[in-house]
């Protein structure tokens, strides 16, 4: 894991779209799993959207889609998954009372 987060800093760091590519999609695919397991666990009443399980994995799944975004210039899609990943983050350091 932490060669992974390592290759995705030197990625965005020095800029190298065509190598970043490989690793932003393997990336792509562990945050678009972690994403479908927490609306999965959710919507079959597993997980409550508050629990901190819910709001890591969306956390996380939409920093890794959003970086793989970022990478590919695909904007929209950039800015919807900063935004979730943002308002996970939220909810994690500030939980509703």
Same mark, same amino acid.
């Given at each position: 894991?932490?060669?992974?987060?390592?290759?995705?800093?030197?990625? @965005? /760091?020095?800029?190298?779209? =065509?190598?970043?590519?490989?690793?932003?999609?393997?990336?792509? !695919?562990?945050?678009?799993?972690?994403?479908?397991?927490?609306?999965?666990?959710?919507?079959?009443?597993?997980?409550?959207?508050?629990?901190?399980?819910?709001?890591? @994995?969306?956390? &996380? =799944?939409?920093? @890794? &889609?959003? &970086?793989?975004? !970022?990478?590919?210039?695909? /904007?929209?899609?950039?800015?919807?998954? =900063?935004? /979730?990943? @943002?308002?996970?983050? !939220?909810?994690?350091?500030?939980?509703?009372?």
């Amino acid at each position: 894991m932490y060669n992974l987060v390592r290759l995705y800093i030197q990625c @965005l /760091w020095l800029n190298h779209k =065509g190598a970043c590519m490989d690793i932003t999609m393997i990336g792509a !695919y562990i945050g678009m799993i972690m994403v479908l397991i927490a609306f999965a666990s959710e919507s079959r009443g597993l997980v409550s959207s508050r629990s901190l399980t819910y709001l890591l @994995l969306m956390f &996380l =799944g939409e920093s @890794l &889609l959003t &970086l793989r975004a !970022y990478v590919t210039e695909e /904007w929209p899609f950039a800015v919807l998954g =900063g935004i /979730w990943a @943002l308002f996970a983050a !939220y909810s994690i350091l500030k939980p509703p009372k």
